[in-house]
Structure formats: structure tokens, C-alpha cells
């Protein structure tokens, strides 16, 4: 199973404002779901999943994996595990193809550090903030990626990378 990184972010490197507001495009929205819908599953951290319930951001066609420290009971298509490990390990019991790591920071930095990511694709917004939430956490390693593809959509930049193992 490939495990894929989808992250949209701001040309100077943030993926949200401190206060997790992110101000994309409706368009750049609907590239993030159709991005999930083809690999029919989403893996998030608890915290971006609150916020995906808050702006009703949760697609009832995918499975949405959500890492979270409590174990809640399965609603709908969504279920609950404790780790990025169990997360990837559920997502291949359920015959997926790919894995779709949709965030936060924290998630990321464990499945970087850990080497669990094989692609990462980054929809760059044009849009600078003045302090945000980074990609990943400055402790990961460094991680070599070679470049796959680029595409553009209007003034966003959609950059497809596989890391280097």
C-alpha cells in the first residue's frame, strides 16, 4: 500500500494560521476532496478532524481514520485508532491501494520521521502569512524527495514528490 501525503500549504511554508484558520480557495477545497475520494480514505489526528466536523468538511463516501489517544466508538464511515501505525495497518486490512495522510503537523512529523510517507503532494496556495503551523516540526530528519510532477490550476501549484529511501 502507498501512503500518500496530500498537504495544501502557503508559499512561505505553513499548512494553517496559529489558530488553525485556513483560507483557501473553494476550488483549492474541492482538489483536496476529490484527492480523496480517489483513494477513498482519508487519515487525520484528532484535532483536524474536529475541525473537518466543525466547517462539515467530512465526506460520508470515504473512511475517515482518526488518530486519537481516546478510543471512540465507530460512527458511520468514520472509526478511531490509537496510532499512525494502527491508522496505515487498518487502511490496508480494508484493501485500499493508498493510504491519504490529510494532517495535521503532528501526524506528519511522526510518519516523516518514522519513514511511513512515500509521496507527498503539496498544493501551494498564493497566499504569505505572517506566522502559521509549519508542514512538519523542525526535529524531523532530513528527507530527500525527487521531483514526480507539477501542476497548475490557476495561481495554486501542485507539486508531487516521492521520498527518497
Given amino acids: 500500500m502507498k501512503t500518500i501525503l496530500m498537504m495544501v ?26 484527492f480523496a475520494r480517489e483513494a477513498g480514505n482519508i487519515i487525520v489526528g484528532r484535532k483536524t478532524y474536529q475541525i473537518m466536523k466543525e466547517t462539515d468538511d467530512i465526506d460520508d463516501e470515504i473512511l475517515t481514520i482518526v488518530i486519537s489517544r481516546d478510543v471512540l ?36 512529523t511522526d510518519l516523516l520521521t518514522r519513514g511511513l510517507i512515500d509521496e507527498i503532494v503539496l498544493d501551494i496556495e498564493p497566499i504569505l502569512f ?8 523542525v526535529s524531523i530528519p532530513d528527507i530527500h524527495l525527487e521531483h514526480l510532477s507539477t ?5 495554486t501549484v501542485r507539486l508531487r514528490y516521492e521520498v527518497k529511501k
Fill in 9 to 34: 500549504m502557503t508559499v512561505n511554508g505553513f499548512i494553517a494560521r496559529l489558530n488553525d484558520e485556513v483560507p483557501w480557495s473553494p476550488e483549492e477545497f474541492k482538489r483536496c476532496a476529490e
Fill in 73 to 108: 466508538e465507530p460512527h458511520g464511515n468514520t472509526v478511531y485508532v490509537t496510532s499512525p501505525t494502527h491508522a496505515l495497518a487498518y487502511a490496508k486490512d480494508k484493501g485500499f491501494a493508498t493510504a491519504n495522510i490529510g494532517g495535521g503537523t503532528a501526524l506528519v
Fill in 130 to 137: 505572517d506566522r502559521g503551523l509549519p508542514l512538519a516540526q
Fill in 151 to 155: 501542476q497548475q490550476f490557476g495561481d
